[in-house]
């Protein structure tokens, strides 16, 4: 199996078929295609060729900066496979809340309302996890804003992992600019209008100018440097306000250089008059929407831009769910009756209490945002990390997962398939060529 694969890899390296170069791409292939195989396995609930192509693989030697996180991931996958609730493993993804301080004042958030920033220990906790984990997501409030923020960035930087931050882009500069770049961050800027006055109507205190200025710095400094991978996404949110411009997005998406454009709705708990999806429906606003899905559609094929639609679907359902090949719908009809077939006996509902941490804008720790937040499994505030890794709610959720006994403990929304069977399982990014940058 893969490791022949691997000894014959070795073998033309040896006699001088393959350069060093040639044989650490091959290696690197190698070693993504097998962690691809196991999740999917495992995902599937084939436990037994989970273990057995682990068994395989375990004596492959891989390089040195990333061999904490290869073992780790064949670790953490043995311990789904196995059903454990302590674990051994440590978690492979991050999604944290550095401060709730931002530059500016947006007429829709929340988060700024609560003052609250990330305790120094925690640093030095994520910094230990730094060499296993796959995926970090930053946010705030304003990221920048927090004294050690460039710090973190850096120990992941130097630990490849793989990046994401959303910002309102206000605060970027080259200096920073060039290290998001240089450590390949996927970077989600979020615009509300594209013009001055619908912009700065939305984000209040933020320049329409800064913005542009600093968009193209951004688009600068990206094609200056060689081998950039960087995922630059636009976020929208959609409201009264803006709803007229939304179509007019993918073109401005074209000119900053953006490769993927998320169009979002509010939620039915933000009350406002700007909350058009909850507040103002009628056929006529449900033609309109209908309307600009399909020209955001069309204009981003057309671009190339990859398009992350989750305005709500007025179709028929088979018409919302036939988008175009780069568009990913969020009709949760789509997800519903595969989820349910899918939960055979062998299958979990979800794999995020064995593979993430989620630290919330006040501090809450939990394995998901999904996840129930009146009994959460830590504060960071208070509580040490590894502590909560292996705490009560951890092992809690792992189990009642486990034993298909969740109902009582987990969300409705991920019980009945309106979350997406992929975010409580595909959870790792599937790019796993996070030394790619040594080659
Ligand atoms: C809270 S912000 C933090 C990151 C950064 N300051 C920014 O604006 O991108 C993260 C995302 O949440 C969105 N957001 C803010 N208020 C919201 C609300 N009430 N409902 C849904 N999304 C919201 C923002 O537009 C942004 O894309
Ligand atoms: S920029 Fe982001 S964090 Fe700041 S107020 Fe706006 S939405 Fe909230
Ligand atoms: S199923 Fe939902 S509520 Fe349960 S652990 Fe997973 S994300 Fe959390």
Redo the contacts with the bound molecule.
């Keep these: 199996m893969y490791y022949n694969e691997y000894l014959n890899l070795k073998s033309d390296l040896e006699k001088g078929y393959k350069t060093a170069k040639d044989y650490e791409k091959s290696l690197q292939k190698l070693i993504n295609k097998i962690i691809v195989d196991i999740q999917k396995r495992n995902i599937e609930g084939d436990v037994q060729k989970v273990i057995s192509i682990i068994d395989n693989v375990k004596t492959i030697e891989v390089p040195l900066e990333i061999k904490k996180r290869f073992d780790n991931i064949l670790l953490n996958e043995s311990e789904i496979a196995e059903r454990k609730t302590i674990l051994k493993s440590k978690a492979r993804v991050l999604y944290c809340v550095v401060t709730t301080l931002?530059n500016v004042k947006?007429i829709?958030?929340?988060?700024i309302k609560n003052q609250w920033e990330l305790p120094e220990h925690a640093i030095d906790e994520i910094v230990e996890l730094m060499p296993y984990l796959e995926t970090v997501k930053w946010?705030?409030?304003?990221?920048f804003l927090y004294k050690r923020f460039e710090e973190l960035m850096d120990h992941a930087g130097r630990n490849n992992v793989c990046q994401e931050i959303?910002?309102?882009g206000l605060l970027l500069n080259e200096n920073i600019i060039t290290k998001l770049v240089k450590y390949n961050v996927d970077l989600?800027?979020?615009v509300?209008g594209i013009t001055k006055e619908i912009y700065e109507s939305v984000r209040i205190g933020g320049k329409f100018e800064t913005l542009i200025n600093n968009l193209n710095i951004l688009k600068r400094i990206r094609s200056e440097f060689f081998g950039n991978f960087t995922n630059l996404g636009l976020?929208v949110?959609v409201m009264k306000k803006n709803i007229e411009q939304i179509e007019f997005f993918p073109e401005f998406a074209r000119e900053y250089g953006f490769t993927k454009l998320c169009v979002?709705a509010?939620?039915p708990d933000?009350i406002s008059d700007e909350n058009i999806f909850h507040y103002n429906k009628n056929i006529e606003f449900e033609r309109k929407i209908t309307d600009i899905k399909g020209k955001l559609a069309a204009k981003c094929k057309n671009f190339g831009i990859e398009l992350f639609d989750c305005l709500p679907c007025f179709n028929s359902e088979s018409e919302c769910i036939t988008v175009s090949d780069n568009v990913v719908s969020n009709g949760a009809n789509e997800t519903k009756n595969s989820q349910i077939e899918n939960i055979s006996e062998n299958r979990l509902l979800c794999h995020i209490p064995w593979q993430k941490i989620f630290i919330d804008s006040d501090g809450t720790i939990n394995p998901e945002c999904f996840c129930d937040r009146n009994k959460s499994a830590g504060n960071i505030d208070r509580d040490k990390l590894p502590d909560v890794w292996n705490g009560k709610v951890m092992q809690e959720y792992r189990k009642v997962i486990s034993d298909n006994s969740y109902h009582s403990r987990c969300a409705k929304n991920c019980i009945t398939g309106i979350t997406h069977s992929k975010s409580l399982k595909n959870i790792i990014n599937p790019n796993l060529f996070w030394w790619s940058n040594n080659l």
């Design positions: 931002c947006c829709m958030c929340r988060i946010q705030g409030g304003e990221v959303v910002t309102n989600y800027i979020s509300e976020n949110l979002n509010f939620g933000f």
